[in-house]
C-alpha cells in the first residue's frame, strides 16, 4: 500500500484555504460595497424646499372714487417683503404711501398710508418667472380733503382697518435682483362731504425692484 505525500497534501490544503479566504474576502468586499450603497442611498437627503427671502420697493399709483368729489390720483410708493417657506405659499408685509398735492382740485394736499400683511399663493412658478396672488389685511391712515357746496371743502383724516387683494408677477433678471408688478383693490375709509366715514374704493399699481436675500433651495 501506498502511503499519501504528507508534505504535498499539506501545501494542496495551504493553497485551498489561501484561495478560499481570498474568495471569502472578495466577497464580503462585495457585500460591504453594497450595504454602503444601501445606507448612501437611504441616507441620502429627499428633494426639499428651502425657503426663500426678499425685499422690494417701487413705484406707486392709486385711484380713489370718492362719490361727493370724484376721481382722485395719488402718487408715491411701496415697500414689500416676502418670506416663503412652502413651494406655493408665503406671507408678505407691505408699507404704501402716496400722496395728491391738490386733492379734487379743492387746494388742499391729501395722502393714503397703509400697513398691510398677509398669506401669498404662488400658482405659477417657471424658474425665473412667478406669478402670485395675495390677501393682505392691516390698517389705513387717509388725509383727504372733499368739496363741499359754496367753494368750501371737508378737510379731515381717518385711521381705520384697511385690506388689499390682488396679485402680480415677478421675474429675476441679473443676479438677486428682479422685477415685480402688481396690483390690489386697495378698500380704505375716508371721511366725506356729510362729515360721516365711508368706505373708500381704490385701485393700487406697483412697479418695483426685487432683491432677493437668498434664492430658492432644491435639494436633488
Not at 460595497?33 to 406707486?60: E, I, K, R
Request: charged residues 15%; aromatic residues 12%; proline residues 5%.
Amino acid at each position: 500500500m501506498v502511503k499519501p505525500n504528507r508534505g504535498i497534501l499539506n501545501r494542496s490544503m495551504v493553497r485551498k484555504m489561501r484561495v478560499a479566504g481570498m474568495l471569502s474576502l472578495f466577497v464580503l468586499t462585495l457585500i460591504g460595497n453594497c450595504a454602503a450603497q444601501n445606507h448612501l442611498t437611504a441616507a441620502a437627503p429627499a428633494a426639499g424646499y428651502g425657503p426663500t427671502y426678499d425685499v422690494s420697493l417701487g413705484a406707486s399709483y392709486l385711484s380713489s372714487y370718492i362719490p361727493s368729489g370724484g376721481q382722485a390720483n395719488l402718487y408715491g410708493f411701496e415697500a414689500t417683503g416676502h418670506a416663503d417657506f412652502l413651494p406655493h405659499w408665503g406671507v408678505a408685509l407691505d408699507a404704501g404711501y402716496v400722496r395728491s398735492s391738490n386733492v379734487l382740485n379743492t387746494g388742499h394736499s391729501g395722502y393714503t398710508l397703509t400697513f398691510l400683511g398677509g398669506p401669498v399663493f404662488y400658482p405659477i412658478d417657471r424658474g425665473r418667472t412667478k406669478a402670485f396672488l395675495h390677501a393682505l389685511f392691516g390698517a389705513g391712515l387717509v388725509d383727504s380733503a372733499v368739496p363741499l357746496s359754496g367753494n368750501q371743502e371737508l378737510h379731515g383724516w381717518v385711521e381705520r382697518p384697511a385690506y388689499a387683494l390682488g396679485g402680480g408677477v415677478e421675474r429675476s433678471f441679473v443676479g438677486p435682483f428682479g422685477f415685480r408688478f402688481s396690483g390690489d383693490f386697495l378698500r380704505t375709509d375716508y371721511a366725506s362731504s356729510t362729515g360721516t366715514v365711508q368706505p373708500q374704493n381704490n385701485l393700487r399699481v406697483t412697479a418695483s425692484v426685487v432683491f432677493r436675500l437668498n434664492r430658492i433651495s432644491r435639494l436633488e
